[in-house]
């Protein structure tokens, strides 16, 4: 079965710093991997997607994540932080397995931005 | 853009009341999804329907049920509410019936119940 650990459930950085926020995942199958952010009390938006092309993703607003699966790791990093990042972020993983398919979710890391 | 709908941002009800959530997408979807979120439990799924009248439990289906008679739209029933229901519901839609997906949001559902 599969699994996602947020190795985080909060992270603080001042603007302008870099951002890196963890995530391991664990699956039989090659898995489709996510990246959801979620500000206050809105619904989930797409960040980006791993679906077994390219191992270094490109996301919206600077957001980037690399597949490793030696590590089974697909952290979400931004090399500058904005105050507007400050927000939810959710690692999921999303495999074939038993014939049907299932989104699985991490716990969140909150992101914190300091002025 | 795909559009995912729902019908109320915040809902306050009382124990033992029967509660609809409705959820619309506007993109011809197959798959439609419940959730609810609670801090610190991420996501976990309720329910999910992979065609019109077609469903399948989730995680937590307990004291739930759904019903899909039209394509875009997937509700979301509380039989009798309780206490331990309040909390975000989240409806999502993907396309097709593949993993690689891309789950739509709508803006969610704070329900309280007293």
């Known amino acids: 079965a599969q699994s996602v650990t947020q190795l985080d459930s909060h992270v603080s950085v001042s603007e302008g710093t870099p951002v890196l926020l963890r995530c391991n995942y664990s699956?039989?199958?090659?898995?489709?991997l996510f990246w959801y952010v979620q500000h206050p009390n809105k619904g989930l938006q797409l960040l980006l997607k791993y679906t077994s092309a390219a191992t270094l993703v490109k996301g919206i607003n600077g957001f980037e994540a690399e597949f490793k699966k030696s590590e089974t790791s697909f952290h979400l990093t931004k090399p500058s932080a904005h105050m507007s990042d400050a927000a939810e972020y959710f690692c999921v993983v999303s495999d074939r397995t038993s014939g049907t398919y299932k989104y699985i979710f991490g716990t969140g890391t909150r992101l914190k931005v300091l002025a | 853009d795909v559009k995912v709908t729902q019908s109320s941002r915040y809902l306050v009800k009382r124990t033992g009341e029967k509660v609809f959530l409705e959820c619309v997408q506007d993109m011809d979807h197959e798959n439609m999804f419940w959730y609810r979120q609670d801090p610190g439990l991420g996501l976990r799924l309720i329910y999910f329907s992979y065609d019109v009248k077609m469903k399948e439990k989730g995680d937590i289906p307990e004291g739930y049920s759904v019903s899909r008679e039209k394509k875009e739209r997937f509700s979301l029933i509380l039989e009798s509410a309780s206490t331990n229901q309040t909390s975000m519901y989240l409806c999502?839609?993907?396309?097709?019936?593949?993993?690689?997906?891309?789950?739509?949001f709508g803006p969610g559902t704070r329900l309280t119940v007293l």
């Open positions: 999502a839609s993907t396309w097709g019936g593949t993993y690689t997906d891309t789950q739509y």
């Open positions: 699956s039989s199958y090659s898995p489709s």
